[in-house]
């Protein structure tokens, strides 16, 4: 690699040619602070908050000092570069101030209040006058139309990193800039509504926004409400992903497993039973392994696809709707648990389902769409009742006063909260297919597998690639995050070129440990660090230090299938654990 | 909220369709061809309507809102069609200090349209224009090819009922 020599604050170092000012300031542990900037999504140089001075060469002298955007500027030979100027700070500060002349600046009742870049941006910067350049200000009305988030324009920054996410890392595009100048912002095509677009409700973008502008639509107050209501039993379940990322809200460094603490916070919440989707993932297995051979022994349509991510079926249904029939019929680990909570749990304890209440904490956004789905009702009433992101979970614990640091560690409750290894890794990419060959193989073969480690599907790339030999068949399987990836494979796949049995696919890139529903991390972390890759860590421990590691093996499953589905696949398993899908297209 | 779609029904024939989808065709593969396209398309409808951007949205491959943001962005792009009678109202620096800036709100009013907008029953298209060269005569409007000068409010109500046939 080609080096250059430069100069930062008056300190030799040596970059690689090619790097931007930034990156560069970057490997001389130099921080430059940025706003729009996000690492190969969003390097357009809008925000003007990386300013920094430089010189370049002029032949054998230093030419005049000027101002440049770091992220996009690259380095030359001999550059000096100067990030802390007063001209630089005073750049800075004004350009936040011009930001805040048509922000909509309700910080105290803001959902990003302690969280916000721009309110830490202020602060670093020392604006002290937030009305400094006051006048005309534009007004939105909000987008409230999509059953998982709002759109607050009065908060829009236009860092478009929004707009990149959805476009670039997802391959969807219904968000984009409309109008310019003044009148910009941030829309759907022709201002509809995004509950009318082909959004998958992925909340990438609402992970990705540094300010308040894009949020969840909160279930909190619903829920402590069920809590409150005594003629009702209020059950909850929690993701594989949650657990790898809650601690983030309350200081713990990125990859921390909070599982124990998580558990304990939920029974002082007061949910009447604690349980863990895990159960859910595990009982998806059954099923989905069973499907799987089914279709490969009785000519079904392949490959087949699995179906646990609602981003990614609504994807599907809107950008591949000839490809529906290759889902997996099989509900997702969330709703397979509401389903099992509300007829096999219900009969159990005696309860009516509709005196039952089933709370989801997802890592997810999608999970607020797919609950209002159709054929999501094994019970006669919606199999769960409310899905919330894991901040919204961090919202509550802190609203009850709970000491999340000081709790002790607790377990989940029995039966539904009891679950394996393999249920556990559903939150990262490759994890599904990882748990359903696990099971899957044993079944194929009958015999117990040596290793049960499937190295070739782990591993945050967006797509991966794998063949076994499974009793004399050769199984191709793909592992696609992303929805962009997912574009990329499934042209693939209908075009003749790939021809996989079996592919997994989720919505976010890394999978659900990524989900648009976990804790946010500033730009400026998520460019340094693989976020996706620290959570995906967490669960792959838990895996490996658990006693039971394949979804058939799990007590509780096999409970459930003695006591009440029978077999997996029969009647009435897929009566409660199947669904079916809708062939939406792009545009009406 | 609800899409913001033109008011005046869609009138696109088969035969300008298949005018555009050949121009699209054309431009098959190249880079930026969404310029030339969206002007090329304008010249066939006379407009954009969310009808012609879905065919283009759809032929290309590229998301219908990253092409409503490019039709919004310029101009030159127009989401209505252009009325019988276009009222252009000049805001260049002599005609806006002469008021021309409430004779545009009051026909947006008497109108019951925004700038750009053309009324339901095809009429009236208003714009906004800079100097048309007679500053002499400001504040000014044209309709069509008229040009009137010197104008207040109160002089709108005749102008338009020049105009009833």
Not at chain 1, 452 to 467: D, L, N
Request: hydrophobic share 35%.
């Amino acid at each position: 690699m080609d080096m250059i020599n430069i100069k930062i604050n008056g300190m030799d170092y040596e970059a690689p040619k090619g790097t931007t000012v930034l990156e560069a300031a970057r490997l001389a542990n130099v921080e430059i602070p940025t706003l729009c900037f996000l690492k190969d999504i969003n390097e357009i140089g809008a925000c003007r908050i990386c300013i920094v001075e430089v010189s370049e060469k002029r032949g054998e002298a230093m030419g005049p000092k000027r101002m440049i955007a770091s992220c996009v500027y690259p380095i030359s030979e001999g550059m000096h570069i100067y990030t802390n100027t007063p001209k630089v700070i005073e750049s800075r500060k004004k350009t936040l101030e011009l930001i805040l002349s048509n922000h909509d600046r309700k910080c105290l009742s803001c959902v990003r209040s302690g969280n916000c870049e721009l309110q830490k941006l202020c602060k670093d910067m020392g604006v002290e006058v937030e009305s400094r350049y006051d006048g005309e200000k534009t007004s939105f009305e909000l987008d409230t139309s999509a059953a998982h988030m709002v759109r607050d324009n009065n908060k829009c920054i236009l860092c478009r990193r929004c707009v990149a996410v959805c476009s670039k890392v997802q391959g969807i595009g219904v968000i984009g800039a409309n109008e310019r100048g003044f009148k910009t912002n941030i829309a759907c095509a022709f201002e509809d509504g995004l509950a009318n677009t082909s959004c998958v409700s992925c909340g990438q973008c609402i992970a990705v926004c540094p300010v308040g502008a894009l949020y969840e639509k909160d279930s909190t107050a619903d829920i402590f409400e069920a809590i409150a209501d005594d003629s009702k039993t209020v059950v909850v379940q929690t993701a594989p992903a949650v657990r790898a990322a809650l601690g983030e809200a309350f200081g713990y460094p990125i990859g921390t497993d909070v599982e124990g603490k998580m558990a304990a916070a939920l029974r002082r919440l007061g949910f009447d039973k604690v349980f863990d989707t895990d159960f859910g993932a595990d009982l998806t297995i059954m099923e989905e392994a069973h499907e799987f051979l089914d279709r490969v022994q009785n000519g079904g349509k392949l490959p087949m696809i699995t179906s646990c991510s609602p981003g990614w079926i609504k994807y599907c249904e809107h950008y591949f709707p000839d490809m529906t029939e290759n889902l997996s019929s099989c509900k997702s680990p969330m709703q397979m648990f509401g389903a099992t909570v509300k007829t096999y749990y219900a009969e159990k304890i005696g309860v009516k389902p509709e005196d039952i209440v089933v709370v989801a904490v997802m890592p997810c956004t999608a999970k607020k769409f797919e609950i209002g789905r159709d054929d999501q009702n094994a019970a006669g009433v919606a199999d769960v009742d409310y899905s919330i992101t894991t901040r919204e979970l961090a919202r509550m614990i802190e609203r009850s006063g709970i000491k999340f640091n000081e709790l002790p560690d607790e377990k989940f409750d029995d039966p539904l909260g009891i679950s394996t290894g393999a249920g556990v890794i559903f939150g990262a990419t490759g994890g599904v297919m990882e748990a359903a060959l696990r099971t899957a193989v044993e079944t194929l073969t009958g015999e117990e597998l040596k290793s049960i480690e499937f190295s070739e599907v782990r591993g945050t790339e967006g797509i991966k690639e794998a063949s076994y030999d499974v009793a004399g068949m050769t199984v191709k399987v793909a592992v696609v995050s992303g929805l962009a990836n997912a574009r990329e494979v499934l042209k693939k796949v209908e075009s003749g070129e790939a021809d996989y049995q079996f592919i997994e696919i989720m919505g976010c890139p890394g999978g659900c440990v990524n989900g648009g529903g976990q804790p946010q991390q500033p730009g400026w972390v998520r460019n340094t660090v693989d976020i996706k890759a620290l959570r995906a860590k967490v669960l792959y421990d838990i895996d490996s230090d658990m006693p039971i590691r394949k979804s058939h093996e799990n007590p509780a499953i096999k409970k459930v299938y003695e006591e009440y589905f029978g077999e997996p696949g029969s009647e009435k398993a897929h009566h409660i654990l199947h669904t079916s899908y809708v062939k939406r297209g792009l545009y009406k | 909220m609800a899409a913001k779609t033109c008011s005046i029904p869609f009138a696109g024939t088969a035969e300008q369709e298949a005018r555009l989808k050949e121009i699209i065709a054309s431009h098959k593969g190249d880079k930026g061809a969404l310029m030339p396209v969206l002007q090329q398309a304008q010249e066939i409808y006379g407009y954009l309507p969310i009808e012609v951007q879905t065919i283009i949205a759809t032929e290309m491959d590229i998301p219908l809102e990253k092409i409503y943001g490019v039709v919004t962005f310029y101009s030159q792009f127009s989401l209505n069609p252009k009325g019988k009678y276009t009222i252009s109202v000049c805001l260049g620096t002599a005609c806006y200090v002469k008021g021309s800036g409430d004779l545009f709100d009051e026909l947006s009013a008497k109108l019951g349209i925004s700038g750009g907008e053309t009324t339901p029953d095809g009429k009236f298209s208003l714009v906004d224009c800079r100097c048309i060269g007679a500053c002499g005569l400001a504040p000014v409007l044209t309709v069509n090819d008229d040009v009137y000068g010197r104008l207040t409010v109160d002089d709108l109500d005749g102008i338009l009922e020049k105009y009833q046939d």
